[in-house]
């Protein structure tokens, strides 16, 4: 367990899955790269190649095979590890993998020029040179800031603005701005162990309550939503809700700094689409998740600006209390202890009935 715990804290989540893949390409057009080398025995031809492999050994041929084991079995290292477990280090190492790639994809065709023809490595020089700048580029995206989470390091992004697929627009000042189509509090989830519980504590569908929230809670509240413009809005959480669950959350758990929130991936409209995939499976829905402060329950993820679209689901680290909005309901459910679901329920902003976790609705 203790070592589990390190990996975690070694954990951060700012390198997308795009970026990851490309880098696993990266790390195999090197390989091929350096076999083209081989056979074309740059070390009798190209001087850099030549002095690398004479300060490894006399046998020019040995050096450069052994320089080349090195390159790749690190590069291989980087991926495997910093990069696909998402270590604190990993963005340092993709950046060490895309400059010896950009090296490469430049040095090779310049050189290629110079001698008037086909030099050994140039044919997959092109190649990585391409595939080092699309990773360039996914890299550049987020500039993070690693916080410390109840049990993992997570990290909040902010990339460049005025875009819906780069999402993140930068440090929320108002609570206002925080109803916005961003996600400056929010950094998506890897957490393995929240799946796991959540997986395992909803296994029906529309069954009863506990289909929608887990069934080991003391007491149960059932919020109906306000009707607006002729009816109550289904399958989204309206604004008018978020303020006074928050004030009624927030005491009631001992990680309001670490929440968890997962999104429906049917959302045409999520911005959530172009930050990570649904890592959440329950019955019939999949779902996006994320992690931030409970604040952040105020995000909406729609890419409209006159759509709010709260989390569908919504819990603390400590798993004090569950809020669920199920996308066919005009309702949202809370499970917690019986103090917080009290409080709730004599809330005069909020219209709610107590509801159990076998009651049908």
Same mark, same amino acid.
């Given at each position: 367990?203790?070592?589990?715990?390190?990996?975690?804290?070694?954990?951060?989540?700012?390198?997308?899955?795009?970026?990851?893949?490309?880098?696993?390409?990266?790390?195999?057009?090197?390989?091929?790269?350096?076999?083209?080398?081989?056979?074309?025995?740059?070390?009798?031809?190209?001087?850099?190649?030549?002095?690398?492999?004479?300060?490894?050994?006399?046998?020019?041929?040995?050096?450069?095979?052994?320089?080349?084991?090195?390159?790749?079995?690190?590069?291989?290292?980087?991926?495997?590890?910093?990069?696909?477990?998402?270590?604190?280090?990993?963005?340092?190492?993709?950046?060490?993998?895309?400059?010896?790639?950009?090296?490469?994809?430049?040095?090779?065709?310049?050189?290629?020029?110079?001698?008037?023809?086909?030099?050994?490595?140039?044919?997959?020089?092109?190649?990585?040179?391409?595939?080092?700048?699309?990773?360039?580029?996914?890299?550049?995206?987020?500039?993070?800031?690693?916080?410390?989470?109840?049990?993992?390091?997570?990290?909040?992004?902010?990339?460049?603005?005025?875009?819906?697929?780069?999402?993140?627009?930068?440090?929320?000042?108002?609570?206002?701005?925080?109803?916005?189509?961003?996600?400056?509090?929010?950094?998506?989830?890897?957490?393995?162990?929240?799946?796991? &519980?959540?997986?395992?504590?909803?296994?029906?569908?529309?069954?009863?309550?506990?289909?929608?929230?887990?069934?080991?809670?003391?007491?149960?509240?059932?919020?109906?939503?306000?009707?607006?413009?002729?009816?109550?809005?289904?399958?989204?959480?309206?604004?008018?809700?978020?303020?006074?669950?928050?004030?009624?959350?927030?005491?009631?758990?001992?990680?309001?700094?670490?929440?968890?929130?997962?999104?429906?991936?049917?959302?045409?409209?999520?911005?959530?689409?172009?930050?990570?995939?649904?890592?959440?499976?329950?019955?019939?829905?999949?779902?996006?998740?994320?992690?931030?402060?409970?604040?952040?329950?105020?995000?909406?993820?729609?890419?409209?600006?006159?759509?709010?679209?709260?989390?569908?689901?919504?819990?603390?680290?400590?798993?004090? &209390?569950?809020?669920?909005?199920?996308?066919?309901?005009?309702?949202?459910?809370?499970?917690?202890?019986?103090?917080?679901?009290?409080?709730?329920?004599?809330?005069?902003?909020?219209?709610?009935?107590?509801?159990?976790?076998?009651?049908?609705?």
């Amino acid at each position: 367990m203790r070592i589990i715990s390190r990996l975690r804290d070694r954990e951060v989540t700012n390198l997308t899955p795009r970026a990851r893949t490309a880098l696993g390409v990266l790390v195999l057009l090197q390989i091929a790269h350096s076999l083209e080398e081989y056979f074309g025995r740059l070390w009798e031809s190209f001087p850099p190649a030549r002095a690398v492999s004479s300060v490894i050994s006399s046998d020019l041929e040995r050096g450069f095979v052994i320089f080349n084991v090195i390159l790749i079995t690190f590069a291989l290292w980087c991926w495997l590890w910093p990069v696909r477990l998402r270590w604190r280090s990993a963005v340092l190492f993709a950046w060490l993998l895309v400059a010896i790639g950009v090296i490469n994809g430049i040095g090779h065709p310049l050189w290629s020029i110079y001698r008037g023809g086909y030099t050994a490595g140039v044919a997959t020089a092109p190649l990585i040179l391409i595939v080092a700048i699309y990773v360039a580029s996914q890299l550049l995206r987020p500039a993070a800031v690693v916080r410390r989470g109840h049990s993992s390091v997570f990290v909040v992004a902010r990339p460049r603005r005025n875009s819906i697929k780069e999402i993140l627009k930068g440090t929320v000042e108002t609570k206002d701005e925080q109803y916005n189509n961003n996600l400056a509090l929010l950094t998506p989830s890897q957490n393995a162990s929240e799946r796991e &519980w959540l997986e395992s504590s909803i296994t029906t569908f529309a069954r009863n309550v506990a289909s929608f929230v887990p069934g080991h809670f003391e007491a149960y509240a059932r919020i109906s939503h306000p009707i607006e413009d002729g009816q109550a809005m289904v399958g989204r959480r309206p604004k008018i809700l978020v303020e006074p669950l928050i004030e009624n959350l927030k005491p009631a758990t001992t990680t309001p700094d670490h929440c968890f929130f997962a999104v429906w991936e049917g959302f045409g409209d999520s911005v959530a689409h172009h930050f990570n995939e649904p890592t959440l499976d329950l019955p019939h829905r999949r779902y996006h998740v994320f992690e931030g402060p409970v604040e952040a329950s105020r995000t909406s993820f729609s890419d409209a600006s006159f759509i709010y679209t709260a989390a569908n689901l919504w819990w603390p680290a400590d798993r004090a &209390w569950f809020v669920s909005t199920e996308v066919d309901h005009a309702w949202t459910y809370v499970g917690g202890s019986r103090t917080l679901i009290d409080a709730l329920l004599n809330d005069e902003r909020l219209d709610g009935v107590e509801t159990f976790a076998s009651a049908r609705w």
